[in-house]
DNA sequence: CTGGTTGGTTTTCAAACGCAACTTGGGGCG
DNA sequence: CGCCCCAAGTTGCGTTTGAAAACCAACCAG
């Protein structure tokens, strides 16, 4: 099966892997979070090669998930904004950098701390149940066929 | 630079998806969610080619996230569990399933429902702040250099 | 001793990636 | 005007990674 072909399979989490699980794509969306809109920035930033990055910022407007825009007309610059369908993305890069917190950060402590600003404190987010409020512990949770499954999940 | 190197950027992010940023590694997790343990149900359940599986599956374990053991002697019968490392993932997978669900689902609405055991109600949970308990809004988040940050992360 | 199952490895080929150089559309300087 | 610089890409080309299919090995059942 091509990795593309994941596309099409009854599964949200298959669906989203097949637009965010190419290299860097998520790393550059980390930079867009960061307040990083430029080409040129986010190039030096990441290290990474020109022609994979226009390609990547490609793909991430053609999904709805960044937006171009002309931020200066003479000479003519261009920056790349989250756009809602964006910034909801972000509940996944905090929970790859909190998982990367607890694994990959060794002695020294996390590189990078959150503040939420209207409360005014670091803050570590935790998922919870939107019945109960309780903390999600993977083991109480359980999977079940919904309206959108056409062939087994699997 | 090359992707690999990822690994060592002063960034939780980066590090992790250079764990699991290659190519069906997410879905694997996924299936390993569902409870699927064996080889041979994860290659039928996903179409993926046997040695991409056992690449990945290998990496995995090599990472502490999957546990390889056998579970019966004669033949040697082999299964891959999640460790608390892997279990660790599982706000990753849900936060990458409900953007799936919202941008991706279609009319048909989401495939997979998540049941909270422990309260037995259907949730679709939520991240909130550790301190005053708000629903987490990106636009009211600001990274703030931690400990562990050693060169500027760009 | 033939066939089937599990859990892989090997081989072969195509697609994706990465680098450096080049291009385009504009400055700014002397 | 001539020359050099910048941002934002594009092109060409070689290397790496990914995918498909075939193969292998251990075991069991009939």
Not at 73 to 79: A, C, G, L, M, T
Not at 107 to 128: D, I, M, W
Request: hydrophobic share 35%.
């Amino acid at each position: 099966m091509r990795h593309s072909a994941l596309h099409d399979q009854p599964c949200s989490i298959a669906r989203t892997v097949a637009v965010l699980g190419e290299r860097w794509t998520l790393v550059i969306l980390r930079q867009a979070f960061q307040g990083q809109r430029r080409f040129e920035d986010m190039q030096r930033g990441l290290g990474i090669a020109r022609n994979i990055l226009a390609d990547r910022l490609g793909r991430l407007v053609e999904e709805g998930i960044l937006e171009r825009r002309r931020y200066q007309e003479r000479p003519p610059r261009h920056e790349y904004r989250l756009t809602e369908k964006g910034r909801d993305l972000y509940p996944v890069l905090v929970s790859l950098m909190q998982w990367g917190d607890r694994y990959n950060a060794g002695e020294a402590g996390p590189p990078v701390l959150l503040v939420h600003e209207s409360c005014g404190h670091e803050t570590h987010p935790s998922y919870v149940c939107s019945h109960c409020g309780e903390a999600i512990d993977p083991r109480e949770m359980r999977p079940k066929a919904g309206p959108g499954l056409v062939a087994p999940a699997a």
